[in-house]
């Protein structure tokens, strides 16, 4: 899940880069909202371990955006990690959905990116169709019952959805089942 940067690159010379997937609800933050914000601060993560990957992420690392719990589910586009992880004022502010009140401002609980807009994709790349590739099968995206919104990803995984995504959109196959006669 991680390579070598070079010098310049995210997190610095001999340091090891990482690839990530964010997952987000369309209705809540889309990559359509991404573009015309440019940069905008990923908060409001209330997992552990989502939280943890976050701290560990470096200015520069790449991520997929993938639109979750909505009509079309599926990668949407790219972006990058443009701020380090820093306190999530959220968990601070009682009148937002995301307070925490264990929190405290000298001991946070919770702490964001921000991200940057890269490229919306020229078409989704669906959940169905990311099954379909064995190359893409040991993604946590993939996995029954992963629920993290934040996952870490290979650099083969990132480069091979956004050839797909670049790719003509397979053939629609009908999900309905007939009935037996």
């Not at 610095?12 to 015309?36: A, C, H, N, T, V």
């Not at 440019?38 to 552990?48: A, F, Q």
């Not at 560990?56 to 009509?71: D, P």
């Not at 009140?101 to 609980?109: C, H, I, L, Q, Y």
Request: proline share 6%; charged share 30%; net charge positive.
């Amino acid at each position: 899940m991680t390579t070598k940067a070079a010098a310049g690159g995210a997190g610095g010379e001999g340091e090891e880069r990482k690839w990530w997937l964010f997952k987000s609800e369309p209705s809540e933050f889309s990559i359509d909202d991404l573009q015309r914000a440019k940069t905008e601060p990923w908060d409001g993560v209330r997992n552990h371990q989502a939280k943890n990957f976050m701290k560990s992420m470096r200015k520069g690392e790449m991520a997929l955006m993938y639109h979750s719990n909505c009509k079309q589910i599926g990668v949407v586009g790219v972006m990058k990690v443009v701020r380090e992880s820093y306190p999530d004022y959220t968990q601070f502010d009682k009148t937002d959905a995301h307070y925490d009140p264990k929190a405290a401002k000298d001991k946070p609980r919770w702490f964001m990116v921000d991200v940057g807009f890269v490229q919306k994709f020229k078409r989704l790349v669906s959940l169905a169709e990311l099954r379909t590739h064995p190359v893409l099968s040991d993604m946590l995206i993939l996995r029954r019952g992963n629920r993290l919104s934040i996952t870490p990803i290979t650099k083969a995984h990132f480069d091979y959805i956004r050839r797909l995504a670049d790719s003509p959109a397979p053939p629609a196959t009908s999900t309905k089942k007939g009935k037996k006669k």
